[in-house]
């Protein structure tokens, strides 16, 4: 059965990644869920380009469902508003059907950590989505892009926002492109397996990942 207004299928699953559009923000911390996005495409071969409800989107057949992948226009401290009006025009339950990706500042890069609710942590992305759903219990994969070193980190942490917007190092994007497959698999895990088997699996450094789609 189709949806008569949207063709998607029902049972369709909204997978979004937070991040600014533009080529200067593309490598920063704050984009790390505009990438996860792209690998996900990458890994079911798509390309994410057509404008949708402020988005850029495209669709994908993954672990079984069909799947819109997004990428919001709205800047990220307005990610709330094309988020929900994808669900509103896929008409999908936001708090059941949506899986939202984020970069961490609290979390160090390399770890990723999988939630089914929480507060936005001070992430405006996070707040805004929450803002827009009227709830906070909405799926959501965390990836860390503090620097490792305990030190650094924590002068990061007070100049977060400088910090998420500076260019990650080639170094550090070594690191973030192996992580990028791991929130590819624990997306994965969450459609077929759920949140609760994506969380006792990736939470944390995790395993290799392994192929998808």
Known sequence: ?????????????????????????????????????????????????????????????????????????????????????????????????????????????????????????????AKSISGALGSDEWLRVRIGVSPEDAEVASRVRTRSAEYVLTPFRKKELAVLDEVLDRVAEAVEVMLKEGASAAMNRYNGRGEKPAASC
């Open 1 to 125: 059965m189709e949806n008569r207004t949207s063709g998607v299928k029902l049972g369709t699953k909204l997978i979004a990644g937070l991040g600014n559009p533009g080529i200067e923000y593309q490598f920063t911390p704050h984009n790390a869920g505009f990438l996860a996005i792209d690998r996900i495409a990458e890994r079911c071969g798509v390309t994410v380009a057509n404008r949708r409800n402020r988005a850029l989107t495209a669709t994908a057949k993954l672990a079984g469902y069909d799947v819109v992948l997004a990428k919001p226009e709205t800047y990220m401290n307005l990610s709330g508003i094309a988020i929900r009006a994808l669900a509103e025009d896929l008409e999908i339950d936001p708090l059941r059907d949506i899986i939202v990706l984020y970069d961490e500042v609290d979390l160090p890069l390399g770890a990723v950590r999988v939630r089914e609710r929480g507060s936005s942590a001070g992430h405006n992305g």
